[in-house]
């Protein structure tokens, strides 16, 4: 198993420009989430996603959208980028069975907005 | 909403000295995991904690749960450079499975 990829590892926009940050896993979990992270402030949900057509806003979801058309696949766009978005970006995945919701990350995709 | 704090923010140490970060939710929370991100590198999940009060301990690593399941603590005893990283707790509040609340984080250098 790949477990959760992410692409593209690095990115560089420009202030405006629009793009999608790939996620994908494939060990059938049902939940995806999107993280950001960035110095001094730890991890915070961006979007995430119980299954297929199903998506809610986290702690900062403003200039992000999502969709989760496949259980493999949870992207993450940027609508307008903005310097604020310049971060390091997680995609994680999760299961309810064995009674645990630990997160698998992927490895992280660098975003910088000039 | 739900905020999960995490002391300290850096902590410097000589390697063969302990280590501990501290965890605090403003909520009761149904389990806490713990997660290791070696630098530029993504987090990996380490345990979770279920119970009030449990400890459980991986080799030098030592968890706990608070009683009133608001707290925990990772504690590191004769820390190696191979601890080096950022430490994160992760909070549920168990009514929305699957979404976690991470605290700041720890960042842990270990001088040799």
């Known amino acids: 198993n790949a477990g959760v990829t992410q692409t593209p590892k690095f990115q560089v926009l420009k202030t405006g420009q629009s793009m999608t940050l790939q996620c994908a896993q494939d060990?059938?979990?049902?939940?995806m989430s999107w993280y950001r992270q960035d110095p001094g402030m730890g991890l915070r949900l961006i979007h995430y996603?119980?299954?297929?057509?199903?998506?809610d806003q986290g702690e900062v979801p403003n200039g992000y959208n999502v969709s989760r058309s496949t259980t493999e696949d949870f992207p993450l766009r940027l609508l307008s980028a903005a310097p604020s978005q310049t971060s390091v970006y997680f995609c994680?995945?999760?299961?309810?069975?064995?009674?645990?919701?630990?997160?698998?990350f992927g490895p992280g995709t660098r975003l910088t907005v000039l | 909403g739900q905020q999960v704090m995490q002391i300290p923010q850096y902590q410097h140490v000589q390697e063969g000295e302990d280590f501990t970060t501290y965890c605090n939710s403003s909520?009761?929370?149904?389990?806490i995991q713990w997660y290791k991100q070696r630098p530029g590198g993504h987090p990996v999940f380490l345990i979770q904690?279920?119970?009030?009060?449990e400890v459980k301990k991986q080799k030098r690593l030592t968890f706990q749960f608070g009683e009133a399941k608001k707290n925990s603590s990772l504690h590191i005893t004769a820390t190696q450079t191979t601890d080096v990283g950022t430490y994160f707790c992760?909070?549920?509040?168990?009514?929305?499975?699957?979404?976690?609340?991470f605290g700041q984080g720890t960042i842990l250098t270990v001088h040799p």
């Open positions: 060990m059938n979990h049902e939940y």
């Open positions: 992760a909070g549920s509040g168990g009514t929305s499975y699957g979404k976690l609340t």
């Open positions: 909520t009761t929370l149904s389990n």
């Open positions: 994680a995945s999760s299961s309810v069975r064995g009674n645990t919701d630990t997160q698998y």
């Open positions: 904690l279920v119970k009030s009060g």
């Open positions: 996603s119980v299954g297929a057509g199903i998506t």
